[in-house]
């Protein structure tokens, strides 16, 4: 694809989504007493145990975890001096970065000057609120005299053994994605969606089961990348693979206004067994009360915190669906995960064929000491849409994270599918996948 395609398509992501980053309510507010919490006066213990001891803003605030990406705008990229407003998106698209490949919250801070003094004092100014500033795109020499007034002495050096481990994990990355790139091939939002066919063994996969074939498709993101064309010519193709039944495991439309008729086009794709949907984490940004209503008018089964049997001559099939919980990082979103998965299976027969639809892969480690899950079909990381031989060239730095392809733990197994749809326009040796699975006994 031609660069001036690429400032197209950029230019059109942006007015669509009116930039690329945005805030995430970590706790919810459903109640009074929710809010009594988060606010007043309930937020007054958090700020005297800060007042006595300032340490614990890290433990008791986003400090720990967020960083200020700060620029000039006199050095951005190839642009050169565009000012402080035009590297706007190039920032944002920085702080974009740091959330999907490290999970650090980030935000640009792009200054209205370009003196070395007064970026060295706002910078001061702003640091009591987070835990790292990246200075980005300063042209030299004048970046060379802010890093080094900035540069923390030995009485500031970060003690956190957690972020020095982010560090070594965040450096080691940026050689990776250098590699990824190289004789591994560049897949643009226009490329067709792969549909691989993965055969899957069991030992103990009922006979009428044998051969099943199982179509998911997840992480659509129908908007500015991916059109209700796209999805029409994928599940044409998909036909020819004759799908028994076909699993949409969330993140399914961008654009409000189409999500219905994706959900119309997915209704209408020729599955015997049927369509089924769970959530992720994209229904609940754009809506959650709207998307249900959306679902509601259709046939398709959305599966949350339950689960149903799906009769496959004398066996069973039992389908569970798992919530998404919006964000996966503190002990209590994991928690929320943990009760969701066992809320889905909850019904499902010791002889049944369990499969779990969990638009997180970390569900593979409540399914593993809960036992009686077969097979879960994961999505929401895209793969980090960096690749190489099959899978994400971040996984040996985030191996909790299942980023991208087949596992197994235990009588467990898991598919992590790097998704139909794109976070930037392109990949790099991870291409767009529908994948169709095929059970057979081990």
């Not at 996969?205 to 997840?218: D, R, T």
């Not at 389908?319 to 919980?325: E, T, V």
């Not at 049944?352 to 999505?379: K, W």
Request: hydrophobic share 40%.
């Amino acid at each position: 694809m031609a660069l001036s395609d690429f400032y197209e398509r950029s230019t059109i992501v942006h007015e669509h989504l009116r930039g690329k980053i945005g805030i995430v309510n970590k706790m919810p507010i459903e109640s009074q007493d929710d809010l009594s919490i988060a606010y007043t006066p309930g937020v007054a213990g958090p700020c005297r145990k800060i007042a006595e001891n300032g340490a614990l803003a890290r433990e008791l605030t986003i400090k720990r975890n967020t960083v200020a990406v700060v620029t000039d705008g006199s050095a951005v990229l190839g642009l050169g001096n565009i000012g402080p407003l035009a590297a706007l998106p190039v920032m944002e698209g920085k702080a974009l970065l740091f959330k999907e490949f490290a999970n650090i919250d980030a935000w640009p801070i792009c200054l209205d000057t370009q003196n070395a003094d007064e970026i060295i004092e706002t910078v001061r100014r702003i640091a009591p609120v987070f835990g790292g500033i990246n200075l980005e795109d300063i042209s030299a020499p004048r970046c060379f005299e802010v890093e080094n007034s900035l540069r923390p002495g030995p009485q500031e050096a970060p003690t956190s053994l957690e972020r020095r481990h982010f560090l070594r994990r965040s450096l080691a990355i940026a050689p990776v994605l250098g590699v990824a790139g190289v004789g591994h091939g560049i897949y643009t939002s226009g490329n067709e969606t792969r549909l691989p066919v993965v055969p899957l063994h069991f030992p103990h996969l009922p006979a009428e089961l044998e051969g099943l074939k199982i179509l998911q498709i997840s992480d659509m993101h129908i908007g500015p990348y991916i059109q209700l064309s796209d999805l029409e010519n994928l599940l044409e193709r998909a036909d020819t693979l004759a799908p028994d039944i076909i699993l949409v495991t969330g993140d399914i439309c961008d654009h409000k206004p189409d999500y219905l008729a994706t959900l119309r086009l997915l209704e209408s794709a020729p599955a015997p067994l049927g369509v089924y949907a769970s959530l992720g984490n994209h229904e609940y940004i754009r809506g959650i009360g709207r998307i249900r209503g959306h679902f509601d008018k259709t046939t398709i089964p959305l599966l949350v915190d339950e689960g149903l049997s799906i009769p496959v001559g004398d066996a069973t099939l039992f389908l569970g669906g798992a919530d998404d919980p919006r964000f996966l990082r503190s002990e209590e979103s994991y928690q929320r995960l943990r009760n969701s998965v066992k809320k889905a299976v909850a019904d499902s027969a010791g002889e049944d064929f369990t499969l779990l639809m969990s638009h997180r892969s970390q569900a593979l480690d409540t399914a593993v000491p809960l036992g009686g899950i077969d097979l879960i079909l994961a999505g929401h990381t895209h793969g980090f849409q960096f690749g190489i031989a099959g899978r994400s060239v971040f996984e040996p730095f985030f191996p909790e994270r299942y980023i991208w392809g087949h596992y197994a733990k235990e009588d467990t197994q898991l598919y992590t599918t790097a998704g139909v749809g794109h976070w930037l326009p392109f990949r790099f040796g991870c291409p767009p996948e529908a994948p169709l699975f095929t059970l057979h006994r081990a």
